[in-house]
């Protein structure tokens, strides 16, 4: 059985969207995990925020369903983790932040349990596991300024994440479309583009193009 590591927004995003199905769909042969922190961030703060708590509420039924599962980090590989990851770009000599815990003690968590697979929406961290050189181009863009490099750290945090394989909660949407997770409804394709719409809106990183470019070829 393959293992997934979840991150919040992904998540959330899915919640959002109604489509925290896919998990259910997919849970003979895909664990799907997420650390502590994530736990906190998805479920444990927002469960006494009124207009979150219908999130939290969800993925709290799929932790006692035991669709998603709660593992723990190793707090000093996560803080490593987050020291390498935050000190990579500079601009004018300061370190950029980059990461937040949540997304450091999921890194951490894949690459202590060997987890290949990660699923996170949010485009800072997936850019700059798969492609940190885009990312220092998009830094560059952004503050007009040349970004500064820190090759050792950069090297380290490349070698650590080399094995992980990232998904959005898009491409987990498809999947379950070609699996017949929308064919109960009247039109299937519909249903699909307005579910990677609405996961666009919530913060997936989704491009127009690439919505349009797979819905052409259905």
Known sequence: ????????????????????????LFRKKVNFVIPKMVE?????????????????????????????????????????IMDLGNHIFYRKGKPIHLIDKGECGMIASAVDRDIRYMLIDERTTRTLIEAPEVLKKHLEDEFHVNIMVNIENLE???????????????????????????????????FLSASLYKLKYTGCALSFDEIEKFISTL
């Not at 959330?12 to 489509?19: E, F, G, N, R, V």
């Not at 009124?50 to 993925?59: D, P, V």
Request: glycine share 2%; hydrophobic share 35%; proline share 2%.
């Open 156 to 190: 380290e945090f490349k070698r650590l994440t080399k094995n992980i394989k990232i998904l959005r909660s898009s491409e987990l949407v498809i999947m379950a479309y070609k699996k017949g997770y929308f064919d109960s409804y009247e039109n299937p394709k519909q």
């Open 40 to 80: 906190y961030e998805c479920i444990t703060r927002p469960m006494s925020i009124k207009q979150y708590s219908i999130h939290a509420y969800k993925l709290q039924h799929l932790v006692e369903k035991k669709i998603i599962t709660v593992i723990d980090e190793d707090d000093n590989f996560l803080k490593r």
């Open 1 to 24: 059985m393959e293992t997934v590591i979840c991150d919040a927004s992904s998540l959330i995003a899915l919640s959002d969207t109604c489509d925290l199905g896919v998990l259910r």
